[in-house]
């Protein structure tokens, strides 16, 4: 396929996810060569029509050079002019010979005078001609979609150039959730209550986002690292994504590119840092291109946030719950931390962590609150914005919606938390999930 097609396509993905019609066009792009039939055959094993629609994008741009305008006709023949509307403007495609394309002619309104005679009276003067008014004529080319089809509209032209990370495969990847729960009395750190219902909240999600979940619980420093190598180790090959969830205490780190650690049951800490170096391409080959995500419930520091005073109209507040506990100690000096002095996030000399994102529920050197009964703010919002936005939003969008969400929250009337992420993702990520 022409560079500039399979580009068309890729801007164009969420809208063709979202309304194009499989069932109607694999018989025409079957019929003219494009697809073979075992590709019919995998395209319609797909239980539901977004999981069709997607593999149908997919493997048309592993095809030749007459398969974009192939895809342009069987479009419209099949009544799905929107679709081709949108993708035939995208580069100023046209179509092959085989589909005539009439020019729209436009004929100018014809105004006709018309008699309009006053009433008789004293004053009276000749009738008046007035022109007949002509109604709007229609916008030609005006192509309406399939009944029922969603309305479509064109990619912003800021994103023209972003492409999407392919999330297509079943299982899409791994997604490890650490759950550290009973710490050892002799640490100084209190028993996490409420983070069973983060653990099973994440794990539900997960899974409806086409994920095989492992879940572990109450690991030591040493077993957190060991879960860690061994994730690296597998063979990634067959999965677009890989996920890491840890819901622990936290404390901040000496580090020179991702913030704070977590703690294992034991007491010591785990640098964040350390963490994302199990899965980076170097380390994990079968991982190279694919995002990896990172969610880290736990404190970034001791610090506590009061926030500072805006319009009302700024924030809708929220009250935390009546039992609104910390997941935070003092600042960690674990030899487990990667360097032993602080050093600057950006360094001409360290690589780029890239297709990497880690999402902190709080800014880097305060406190993550989290109720005993209701769980944390941030996996509570986390995974209520994923089941209402995944079908149709990006994830860095996403994690927008829950940084609003949780900023208007107060713990006791007073405190306040911001969460945060570390982007290094190169394109949009969309998550499999249907429409409710």
Partial sequence: MDPRHRQILQRNRSNLVTALNPKEICDGLLSKGVFTQDM???IRSKIKRRDQARQLVTDLETRGSQAFPAFLECLRETGQHALAELLQCGDGVRLPPSVPIQPSLIPLPVQTPVYIEKPDRPDFTPPLLEPVRPKPLPVPNTPTPFPGAPVVRPNRPRRDSIQC????????????????????????LKDRK??????????????????????KRNLKHKRIRHEMASLAKRDHSAYDCCVVIILSHGTEANHNRFPGAVHGVDGPA??????????????????QGKPKLFFIQACGGGEKDTGFEVSPDEVEPSLGGIDDQMDAIPISSSSDSLS??????????????????????TFPGYVSWRDTQAGSWYVENLDRVLEENAATDDLVTMLMMVNNAVSQISAKGLYKQMPGSFNFLRKHLYFQASLS
């Fill in 270 to 287: 785990v640098p964040v840092q350390l963490i994302t170096n199990y899965l980076n391409g170097q380390n994990c080959p079968s991982l």
């Fill in 165 to 188: 990370y392919k999330m297509d495969a079943s299982p899409c990847g791994i997604c490890l959730i650490i759950n550290n729960v009973d710490f050892d009395p002799d640490c100084d």
């Fill in 40 to 42: 019919i055959d995998e």
């Fill in 194 to 215: 409420g983070s069973d219902i983060d653990c099973d909240k994440m794990e539900k999600r997960f899974k409806a986002l086409n994920f095989e979940v492992i879940a």
């Fill in 340 to 361: 032993t002095s602080d050093e600057l996030d950006a360094r001409a000399t360290l690589p780029t962590p890239s297709d990497i994102l880690v999402s902190y529920s």
